[in-house]
């Protein structure tokens, strides 16, 4: 089935010991979307790409980063976490932007821990 | 983009029973998207209104949508425990917008 994966499910890491989450898409799509989710918060929009062009959100911290290699992967680097930083991350993809009517596509997630 | 808030923050119900939540939003939009997402997971598309629509139904949900308050509805009918998640409305812009979530309103459905 078609699909968007996330690897792996649960990311243990240490206070400032850098750390990469990884989304896979099998749909083919030109966007793809990092999001951060706190306990019983709203999914937080971190940054996204439009095939290779990458869109940062305002006030997403330096400490945030990401890389699309190709069309199917996209990689969500932290660089130095802290506590604070530890959240569920959401990977999502659309066909295309929005404004449209573009649905999203989400993974399952990884929960990151920072000890 | 803009933001929607989901009121209530909560919802306790019985099995069988509908279960409504709204949603409310400041600006123009060009469409509107509901979302659920299950404790732990990521998030699933429901559905979707546009502007000139006033009401859509998929299945047991029905979401309606008054551009002149600038609010929306989603009511679940005969609500079944596996309907206990948070749910989402994400209201989009015209044009380039990406979709800004909500807080939610987390159902609970007990048998």
């Known amino acids: 089935d078609a699909m968007v994966i996330q690897n792996p499910r649960y990311q243990v890491t240490q206070f400032g010991k850098p750390v990469t989450l990884s989304c896979s898409q099998t749909?083919?799509?030109?966007?793809m979307y990092w999001y951060q989710q706190k306990s019983s918060q709203a999914p937080k929009l971190l940054f996204h790409?439009?095939?290779?062009?990458?869109?940062n959100e305002a006030d997403t911290p330096d400490n945030f980063q990401s890389r699309r290699p190709n069309t199917s992967f996209c990689f969500l680097d932290i660089r130095s976490p802290g506590l604070g930083d530890a959240a569920m991350y959401l990977c999502?993809?659309?066909?295309?932007?929005?404004?449209?009517?573009?649905?999203?596509?989400f993974g399952p997630g990884t929960r990151l821990l920072v000890l | 983009s803009q933001q929607g808030e989901e009121d209530p923050q909560a919802l306790s119900i019985q099995e069988g029973e509908n279960a409504t939540m709204n949603c409310s939003y400041k600006?123009?939009?060009?469409?509107l998207q509901w979302y659920r997402q299950n404790s732990g997971r990521g998030l699933v598309h429901l559905i979707l209104?546009?502007?000139?629509?006033r009401e859509k139904h998929s299945g047991r949900l029905r979401v309606t949508l008054d551009t002149s308050k600038k609010s929306s509805s989603l009511l679940i009918t005969a609500s079944r425990a596996a309907d206990t998640a948070s749910y989402f409305c994400?209201?989009?812009?015209?044009?380039?917008?990406?979709?800004?979530f909500g807080k939610g309103t987390m159902l609970l459905v007990s048998p």
């Open positions: 999502a993809t659309s066909r295309d932007e929005g404004g449209t009517g573009e649905t999203q596509y």
């Open positions: 749909l083919n799509h030109n966007v």
């Open positions: 790409y439009y095939d290779k062009d990458f869109n």
């Open positions: 600006t123009s939009i060009n469409n």
């Open positions: 209104i546009r502007s000139n629509e």
């Open positions: 994400a209201p989009q812009g015209s044009g380039y917008s990406t979709l800004t």
